[in-house]
């Protein structure tokens, strides 16, 4: 199942609502999960079946979606939230979309 | 706390093997079903292969099947994968990660750096 991550680059300022869109290729379903990898270091899992925060993940941090079409929120962006960031499709087999990089501007 | 300690990555010459392991500690292994997933250099993540939580089943990507094994020895804790045939569109960080729920991962190691490169 092909996963489609717009933008590919996205930049905003500390303090913004930073959304990130998830396409799916065919119906989902609701799973789907988000991924933070920063430079250098292993991903880190943050939301799971589409809306469900992993245990430790700020709450600025939010899923949301179904079928196909599923968002990433960060409420209010703090400099540490830099990184890529991976949705990942596990209604058949499992596929990562190419990932949003997430600068400061 | 969950560690995932992975290592045995290397530079290895076209058609050669290497075998990866990796380490786990703060949970019950043998519980968990475990994953390979890898990272070309600058480019996203592709998952690699799967093991059941007694090892009786194992899954793959059909571009390295036939290729490689997953396995596991729940007695140390630990995940392996044999690589053989290697190719050079395997050059890859490759991570190991729990699995859990339906089939997000929770829980990644460091990563090791395989490098197919004559």
């Known amino acids: 199942i092909q996963m489609t991550q717009s933008p590919s680059l996205l930049s905003a300022s500390v303090g913004d609502r930073v959304t990130l869109s998830c396409k799916a290729g065919?119906?989902?379903?609701?799973?789907l999960a988000w991924y933070q990898q920063k430079l250098g270091e292993a991903p880190k899992l943050l939301i799971y079946?589409?809306?469900s925060l992993q245990t430790g993940i700020p709450s600025r941090f939010s899923g949301s979606g179904s079928g196909t079409d599923f968002t990433l929120t960060i409420s209010s962006l703090q400099p540490e939230d830099v990184a890529t960031y991976f949705c990942?499709?596990?209604?058949?087999?499992?596929?990562f979309g190419a990932g949003t990089k997430l600068e400061l501007k | 706390e969950v560690q995932l300690v992975e290592s045995g990555g290397g530079l290895v010459q076209p058609g050669r093997s290497l075998k990866l392991s990796c380490a786990a500690s703060?949970?019950?292994?043998?519980?968990?079903?475990m994953h390979w997933i890898r990272q070309a250099p600058t480019k996203g993540l592709e998952w690699v292969a799967s093991?059941?939580?007694?090892?009786?089943?194992?899954y793959y990507r059909d571009s390295v099947k036939g290729r490689f094994t997953i396995s596991r020895d729940n007695a140390k804790s630990t995940l392996y994968l044999q690589m053989d045939s290697l190719r050079s569109e395997d050059t890859a960080t490759y991570y190991c990660?729990?699995?859990?729920?339906?089939?997000?991962?929770?829980?990644w190691g460091q990563g090791t750096l395989v490098t197919v490169s004559s």
């Open positions: 990660a729990t699995a859990d729920g339906p089939g997000w991962f929770a829980y």
């Open positions: 703060g949970f019950t292994f043998s519980n968990y079903g």
């Open positions: 065919q119906n989902i379903n609701n799973y």
């Open positions: 093991i059941s939580p007694s090892g009786g089943s194992t």
């Open positions: 990942q499709q596990y209604n058949s087999w499992y596929t």
């Open positions: 079946n589409a809306n």
